[in-house]
């Protein structure tokens, strides 16, 4: 079973929607949780953590379920420069970071 | 200030050649990360070193290794290259080892070196 595992998409919305999509993991050891952006060829960049109480950035809103063990990430009035793919990223153990496969999100015109 | 560097950005080996990514941490970071992204996957653990000690190691083969220099600058090394190896290999610099960094996202990517084994 793999450790982070994410909904592919993709995800097509327009402009100024509504978009989410959740993440599973499956160490309930897990310690500290995240949510990356990586645009296409290029390195991921941090997008936000994830708090156990959920937390907002802007127009992102993160959330976790420590006893269900997923994560989601809802990005409200999408932007065309939203388009990307959002890595969730999940903390191991102190010196790890496992990655899922990415969610792709498209923000048409 | 600069970022993490890697060099080179691109490479083109034949299998069972033999390959050496270099990386350069972010100034004052004493940690790096190397992983390894196929199209279409999420980046995999390969090591973390930090002050020049090995800290972890990924599921990865023995033609995998690495290093980290006194500058903390790192080197990864892949030996007798396989097709499969072909892939996105990112260095990450922290100012931490442990806990503290993953909790506040402390890891910073460097834009990759991207090697195709033909």
């Known amino acids: 079973r793999k450790e982070v595992e994410q909904d592919p998409g993709p995800f097509n919305v327009p402009e100024g929607a509504t978009v989410a999509f959740n993440c599973t993991y499956s160490?309930?050891?897990?310690?500290?949780f995240f949510w990356y952006r990586q645009d296409c060829r290029k390195e991921p960049k941090l997008l936000m953590s994830v708090y156990s109480s959920g937390n907002e950035d802007g127009r992102f809103t993160a959330q976790l379920n420590r006893a269900s063990q997923y994560i989601s990430l809802l990005i409200r009035d999408s932007k065309l420069s939203d388009s990307a793919t959002y890595l969730c990223v999940v903390n191991i153990n102190d010196y790890k970071l496992s990655f899922g496969a990415g969610t792709t999100v498209t923000v048409r015109a | 200030d600069a970022g993490v560097t890697q060099s080179p950005t691109h490479l083109i080996k034949t299998r069972g050649q033999h390959v050496t990514l270099r990386c350069s941490p972010i100034s004052g970071h004493k940690s790096v990360s190397w992983y390894q992204q196929v199209l279409g996957q999420g980046p995999q653990f390969i090591f973390q070193?930090?002050?020049?000690?090995?800290?972890g190691r990924g599921n990865f083969p023995d033609r995998f290794s690495a290093r980290q220099f006194p500058n903390y600058s790192s080197e990864l090394n892949v030996n007798a290259l396989l097709l499969g190896d072909s892939a996105l290999y990112l260095c990450?610099?922290?100012?931490?080892?442990?806990?503290?960094?993953?909790?506040?996202?402390?890891?910073?990517f460097g834009s990759g070196t991207r090697l195709t084994v033909v």
């Open positions: 160490n309930s050891a897990s310690q500290s």
């Open positions: 070193y930090y002050e020049k000690e090995e800290r």
């Open positions: 990450a610099s922290s100012p931490y080892a442990s806990g503290t960094t993953l909790s506040q996202g402390g890891y910073t």
